[in-house]
């Protein structure tokens, strides 16, 4: 028997949904729901202090305006408890027990300007890699620094590659040790690191799909072998093409013209679904259309691999 499709959205809730989350939310559910499968919705709000539960609310609320419905999760949560991360701790504290047992994890002292330091390495697009310079401290060395600074926990990376076959960007293959480097998986104030908490949280949920932007596919390498590494399964991936305005602009929750707070009082949920339908492929002219009516023709072999452009009726003031 076929193994039902379980696919999430899990956004930050630190500012009003903006149309890059819509479209991640809308490719997401129109993925699981042309298969008939599940689709949960996650909030990750790790940091509390950034993530206001106001913000988590009007997700929800508009989700259901643009017609996207969940089977689990949010508000209502579902057979694993809460779907809210900051609710998940005891959770996370497990398994990062479990990964201290396998002698994975080491205390890290280094500061924010250390580690961005010109000196550190660098890749092409700019990433940092983690040096090393806390990874084989002595246990002298770590006592004597815990003195003058709470250490993060960072997790020590094997010597391997991992690649995968992402469902829109095709094959990909990361080296830990240098296009990733060991990584915080424990801030030094407590709070668990994204890359624990949504391995967990995907695993003991039952997602098997996760569609998001093509900025995070560098993370998917880390996070495979961390599924492997608690014998979990890891999920398919779907890293969908970034969403930019007309003008070439990215855009992001710092363009407060192009959240659902103000686009909501200028157009309609079908003229905002058609609209980004269109941008994605899924039709062919930005017009009206419920998110209902897409499912019967969705295919990801429609979604194309290079950044997506919004049409330019959508940003007119008019």
Known sequence: MEQQVVGRFAPSPSGRMHLGNVLCALLAWLSVRSRGGKYILRI??????RCPRHYADLIEDDLRWLGLDWDEGGSMGGPDGSYYQSERTAIYE?????????????????SRAAL?????????DGRVIYAG???????DEVAAAMQKRKPAARLRVPDRTVEF??????????????????????????VFGYQLAV???????????????????SSAPRQIWLHETF?????????????????????????ADLDLGILRERFSPEELVGALACAAGLIDRPEPVAARELISGFSWSRVPKTDLFLPEALLSSE
Do not use: W
């Open 165 to 190: 076959v992402d469902g829109v960007q095709g094959h990909y293959a990361e080296h830990l040790p240098t296009e990733c480097g060991d990584y915080i998986i424990r801030r030094s104030d407590g």
């Open 94 to 110: 497990h398994y990062f027990e479990i990964l201290q047992e396998k002698g994975l994890i080491y205390p890290c002292f280094c």
């Open 133 to 139: 310079t806390c990874r084989d401290m002595t246990a």
């Open 116 to 124: 961005h330091a010109a000196s550190a390495p660098h890749l092409s």
């Open 199 to 217: 391995v967990v949280d995907d695993a003991l949920e039952g997602v098997n799909e996760v569609v998001r932007g093509c900025d995070l596919i």
């Open 231 to 255: 014998g979990f399964p890891p999920p398919a991936f779907y890293h969908m093409p970034l969403l930019n305005a007309p003008d070439g602009r990215r855009l992001s929750k710092r363009d």
């Open 44 to 49: 990750e709000d790790l940091d509390p202090d």
